[in-house]
């Protein structure tokens, strides 16, 4: 493959103190967006789009999205009712084109003025294209 870490459905991953350079697409890739991984002190560069991507998924239990200096990618994502996403300060969450987050559960997000918490699309619009986000139920 060409991600540093490709993981499809139902992978656990627990990633850290790791360099993930010089691949030619993603440094870590989840297929499954309902995988929870652990992920800490990770050196990320020279990559062909420095990110953590996530594919559509629900996530249960406890999940936390930390501040690794990359933006995470997702498409469809689901906080279960149960569940909860907390967002470390600094963050920059990107939707790919007409994605969304929908949060049944709870999501904790609390920036700062230093590390402001961003969710913003990865690529401009079409035109005529209609923009969803986030949706809280």
């Avoid at 490709?6 to 990633?15: D, F, G, N, T």
């Avoid at 309902?34 to 996530?59: D, E, K, Y």
């Avoid at 997702?74 to 949060?103: K, R, Y």
Wanted: charged content about 10%; cysteine-free.
């Amino acid at each position: 493959g060409t991600d540093g870490v490709h993981a499809s459905a139902s992978a656990v991953a627990h990633i850290a103190d790791s360099a993930l350079i010089n691949n030619a697409r993603y440094p870590i890739h989840f297929a499954d967006g309902s995988v929870n991984p652990q992920l800490s002190n990770l050196a990320i560069s020279g990559n062909g789009t420095n990110a953590i991507v996530f594919g559509t998924g629900t996530l249960t239990g406890q999940h936390v999205w930390r501040n690794l200096g990359v933006p995470y990618i997702f498409s469809n994502m689901t906080v279960a009712a149960s569940a909860t996403l907390t967002v470390e300060a600094g963050v920059t969450a990107q939707f790919i084109e007409a994605a969304q987050l929908i949060v049944n559960g709870r999501l904790n997000a609390v920036g700062t003025a230093a590390q402001p918490i961003t969710l913003t699309r990865q690529h401009e619009l079409q035109p005529g294209y209609r923009e969803r986000a986030l949706r809280q139920i």
